[in-house]
């Protein structure tokens, strides 16, 4: 038990070190992002590194998978140096048992990700996207899911713009029973415009059977009202947009996905990115022990037997290479060209399978 102690204060303090080397070059990179993204002048070098701390746990989030497989390397490259497999070999233990500590810490820290660091990325990036809007736009465009209808709202240098419809279709850029109430920078009210339908195209509303109220002090609105067989409306909307508004899955705590996903499916909207983010995060401590074990594939034996970096290079490659496919697998499941559940856990599985085969051809031959 005390060796695989040994083993597994050694991973920790690995992925530890290394989690935080990137951290720093994280932000170092998203220093020179923001400041070409951003005016330092308008907006003041202290919110872009306000920015830039809500941006990290989004970014650090997405490379854990990279963190866990050089974090493998140096582990087992290490032992294998100070030829403490050998001795461990030499004591009656097998390398596979040997593997156990590491393994345990992998799933214990994909567990900890998934149940404790996704909400707070959830919490980050939900804000870190919302001020970006703000400093970018002057506001942000927000979709709310009501009994009702939906509301909408979408913001520009012109003002603010409220959109309420009666129905829309499965990602709310066809809108029918659609109110538009606008607004002035200054917080006043400027027109009411009632449709019958609305369909977004390119940087415009397309209104049918349109009437427009403008809203103006000591004028009477319904004598000056307009009526339009068709009616455009510009708009800094766009589909991927209004997609996003339904809230990116990676902005929504794993505890609020299933609730979330309910709602859109009960209001008529497609949720299959949500629940395909929701499958790909309970798989993650699975891909976890697949990138520990690919590693342990490659490095597990005496440097005296050279190749040392090739061994690296291969195991690194590799677990490059499943991640591609997890993310491909990712793709095709919420494109819906296979089913959600078989993309999300078929790669994890098959990637653990693939690495544990290597490992017996390794040390068993």
């Known amino acids: 038990m005390t060796l695989y102690f040994y083993f597994a204060r050694k991973f920790v303090w690995m992925f530890a070190a290394l989690t935080g080397v990137f951290i720093i070059l994280l932000l170092l990179f998203d220093l020179v992002e923001h400041l070409r993204k951003f005016d330092v002048a308008q907006i003041g070098f202290f919110k872009i590194f306000q920015l830039m701390l809500l941006n990290m746990p989004k970014e650090l989030y997405q490379i854990v998978p990279l963190i866990m497989i050089l974090s493998s390397l140096a582990l087992f490259l290490g032992l294998a140096r100070s030829s403490e497999l050998v001795v461990t070999r030499a004591s009656g233990r097998s390398a596979l048992t040997s593997l156990l500590s590491p393994v345990a810490v992998a799933l214990l820290i994909g567990m900890l990700g998934v149940s404790t660091l996704n909400p707070i990325v959830a919490a980050t990036t939900k804000r870190y996207d919302d001020l970006s809007n703000l400093y970018r736009n002057g506001g942000n ?24 419809a009666v129905g829309a279709n499965h990602d709310a850029t066809k809108l029918s029973g659609v109110t538009f109430l606008s607004y002035a920078p200054n917080g006043g009210p400027l027109r009411r415009i009632e449709a019958a339908s609305a369909e977004l195209s390119r940087n415009r509303w397309t209104l049918q059977d349109a009437k427009i109220w403008p809203i103006e002090i000591g004028v009477n609105s319904e004598s000056q009202s307009e009526r339009h067989v068709t009616y455009e409306l510009g708009t800094t909307l766009t589909a991927d947009q209004i997609r996003d508004s ?44 697949a990138m520990v074990l690919v590693s342990a594939a490659f490095t597990m034996r005496h440097t005296r037997m050279g190749r040392t970096g090739v061994a690296s290079l291969a195991a690194t490659m590799s677990g490059f290479g499943l991640y591609y496919v997890r993310n491909f697998a990712q793709i095709l499941g919420e494109n819906g060209q296979i089913p959600i559940e078989l993309a999300a856990w078929t790669p994890p599985i098959a990637s653990v399978l693939l690495a544990m085969g290597l490992l017996l051809h390794m040390e068993d031959g």
Do not use: C
């Open 246 to 289: 339904f809230g990116k899955p990676r902005t929504v705590s794993i505890w609020e996905l299933p609730k979330l996903i309910n709602q859109l499916e009960t209001a008529g909207f497609s949720a299959r990115r949500h629940t395909m983010w929701l499958h790909m995060e309970l798989a993650q401590p699975i891909f976890l022990i």
């Open 141 to 164: 465009s927000t979709l709310s899911i009501g009994r009702d209808g939906i509301w909408l709202r979408q913001g520009g240098e012109d003002g603010q713009t409220v959109i309420y």
